[in-house]
């Protein structure tokens, strides 16, 4: 049963803390990518990753950190440097390699609120 | 910012209408992809369209891109209930490989 998930569905944060969100695919895919949702609004990216032991910063990549040690796997930290991290935040994938843009599968997300 | 504008910002008809949402960018494309994604859910993907194509259909939906006005149509016909959704256009450049995505229709079907 291939696909991406993400845990926690739901994360609570205290101020001051950092927390981690997880994002799994058994896709076999190269890139993955995170992105934070706003009510009402489009998806932003955060930080994106073409192949094991790289990422690269999006376009909001202050206050949060990734890794991305195994192929499977992409992290995000939340910082405490991130002053408003409520928000529903995406996991995707995609072949990838190269620089290739093509289509992206998504996890259920995981919706962040502040204590 | 490189980001699509999709208009209208919400749309409102009954079963069995069609539905028209469009998308434009700004600058040279290689792919243009449109995505559904229903209330708290992540995104699916519907649909996607390279700059060499002018139009591709998948079941009740169709979709067209025209390169030199730089926008895009997503047409779902003969709606349904469950077409209910927001909606997505994302557009794909040669440089980067990422996706940016448009702030989105919010679709609403009344039965």
């Known amino acids: 049963d291939g696909g991406i998930t993400q845990s926690p569905k739901y994360l609570f944060r205290k101020e001051g803390q950092n927390v981690t969100l997880s994002c799994e695919q058994n896709l076999n895919h190269d890139a993955m990518y995170w992105y934070r949702q706003d009510p009402g609004q489009g998806l932003r990216l955060i930080y994106y990753s073409q192949i094991v032991n790289d990422f690269q910063k999006g376009d909001i990549a202050e206050g949060y950190s990734v890794s991305r040690e195994k192929k499977e796997s992409f992290p995000l930290t939340v910082t405490s440097a991130q002053k408003n991290p409520t928000a529903f935040y995406l996991c995707?994938?995609?072949?990838?390699?190269?620089?290739?843009?093509?289509?992206?599968?998504f996890g259920p997300g995981t919706r962040l609120l502040v204590l | 910012s490189q980001q699509g504008e999709e208009d209208p910002q919400a749309l409102s008809i009954q079963e069995g209408e069609n539905a028209t949402m469009n998308c434009s960018y700004k600058t040279s494309i290689n792919n243009l992809q449109w995505y559904r994604q229903n209330s708290g859910r992540g995104l699916v993907h519907l649909i996607l369209i390279r700059s060499n194509e002018r139009e591709k259909h998948s079941g009740r939906l169709r979709v067209t891109l025209d390169t030199s006005k730089k926008s895009s149509s997503l047409l779902i016909t003969a709606s349904r209930a469950a077409d209910t959704a927001s909606y997505f256009c994302a557009t794909g450049y040669n440089q980067g490989g990422k996706l940016i995505f448009g702030q989105g229709t919010e679709l609403s079907v009344k039965p």
């Open positions: 995707a994938s995609s072949i990838g390699g190269a620089g290739r843009i093509e289509t992206q599968y």
